[in-house]
């Protein structure tokens, strides 16, 4: 599980800004209690802010960390796809990122600091004994190396002024770095934030919503379909559910009228291999139940088949999904819906965890006062990051209605609109 996040010198983000997950009302049961650390982590976080406030920014920040860490090694050949904060005045100053998890009850620490030229440093650590012990430590060119870990030592001969220390170690199998780069590359991204990570690709969507499909599929492809219309309960995707349940589950769980799915081939190659799939949805109406192609259903229902499968991913993995926009891509109860899957241990068995951005205020009312957080620009035109529960110095009760509290201004982190000055601007008022 993710423990904390911090970037800094990264689009808006200037100076360093961190997303903790660490619980602070601990007693709760939608938080998971981690013994090493002593400290319960949170299965859902949600950023709130005024538009070009820095949220997205804060999802491409660990994102490009990601891709960088799988990709770094193949396409950073002559220069590192970083972009710094623009209004700095020091653009040789690094980018910076830190990633703090828990996996299988050991605590990672994963640093890093980059130029568009160079790595400037980069470590890996972990905390077997509750002690920090280094697992690999670069400045520059020089690598350094926990002992007993000699099969890495082939790092040193693939290592180059711009590819990851991580990216290299991965290939060699050795179990310590492979568990920590395998929970990274875990990381589910959706909604519409550009990352550029490649040198001369330009920006790509990494998660669109509709990338989901191909990935909903498999779930319902993993076994033969069973009668079209038998009648089934819902049964929350835990342990032990078979993988078309779940998904199908998922799919009913939204109240669409929706019985069943069913994906046959669309084309086939000469060779017989099946080039492109169809999907059906199965209505239920009036006791009867028809056949829809999916590009006929509404918005509202393909983008909730297309969560089905990245959602059911990190709930069978315990791995991370980051969500930016889940506003404009849900409605609000099937949002509520999204984060109780996240919340509630009987669903969430393995620790998943969710982070979104979101400007729908209805869902404060599904969160609690730690799981919220807020950016603001600042003057200079950075971004500012901080807790709900202890935003400018004052403790928010538990109790308190924090949409309410929200929308009138308590927290900050809204619009600051001049109503004036666009009705002078529409030639309203003189």
């Known amino acids: 599980m993710l423990i904390r996040f911090e970037a800094a010198n990264f689009r808006s983000i200037a100076a360093a800004v961190e997303l903790s997950m660490v619980a602070i009302d601990r007693e709760r049961e939608a938080t998971r209690v ?36 799988q990709h770094s090694l193949r396409i950073w050949d002559d220069e590192i796809a970083i972009e710094p904060f623009a209004f700095d005045g020091n653009p040789d100053a690094p980018s910076e990122f830190v990633v703090e998890s828990t996996i299988d009850g050991v605590r990672f620490e994963y640093v890093l600091e980059v130029t568009s030229e160079r790595v400037v440093y980069e470590a890996l650590f972990h905390y077997p004994e509750k002690k920090r012990r280094r697992i690999f430590e670069r400045e520059g060119q020089e690598l350094k190396l926990q002992r007993g870990l000699g099969n890495l030592s082939g790092t040193r001969e693939l290592l180059t002024e711009r590819a990851l220390a991580l990216s290299i170690a991965r290939r060699f199998d050795e179990p310590t770095v492979s568990r920590f780069a395998r929970d990274l590359l875990r990381t589910q991204v959706l909604g519409h934030v550009p990352r550029r990570v490649r040198p001369r690709g330009g920006v790509y969507f990494a998660g669109a919503p509709h990338s989901g499909t191909r990935a909903t599929m498999r779930w319902f492809e993993e076994r033969d379909q069973p009668s079209l219309f038998d009648e089934r309960e819902y049964v929350p995707p835990g342990l032990g559910v078979d993988d078309r349940e779940r998904a199908l589950a998922l799919l009913r769980l939204a109240d669409l009228g929706i019985d069943d799915v069913v994906i046959t081939p669309q084309d086939e190659s000469p060779d017989g291999r099946i080039v492109q799939s169809r999907v059906k949805m199965i209505h239920r109406a009036a006791g009867k139940h028809a056949a829809l192609e999916f590009a006929a259903e509404s918005e509202g229902t393909r983008t909730w088949f297309q969560l089905i499968g ?92 924090l949409e309410r509290a929200y929308l009138h201004g308590r927290f900050g982190a809204l619009p600051d609109v001049d109503q004036a000055e666009l009705l002078r601007s529409l030639g309203l008022i003189g």
């Open 34 to 69: 981690v013994p090493m650390l002593g400290e319960s982590l949170l299965a859902v976080a949600a950023v709130y802010g005024p538009n070009a406030s820095g949220k997205s920014n804060l999802i491409a920040a660990f994102h490009w960390l990601r891709e960088a860490v």
């Open 310 to 401: 990245p959602v059911l991913t990190a709930l069978s993995n315990g791995s991370l999904l980051l969500f930016d926009e889940l506003d404009a891509s849900l409605h609000p109860t099937l949002s509520a819906q999204l984060i109780q899957l996240f919340h509630d241990p009987a669903t969430n068995p393995l620790g998943a965890q969710l982070i979104f951005t979101s400007h729908d205020t209805s869902l404060l009312n599904h969160l609690n006062r730690d799981e919220v957080w807020l950016t603001e620009k600042t003057p200079d035109g950075s971004t500012r990051l901080g807790a709900l529960a202890d935003f400018a110095g004052e403790r928010v009760r538990q109790s308190q209605n």
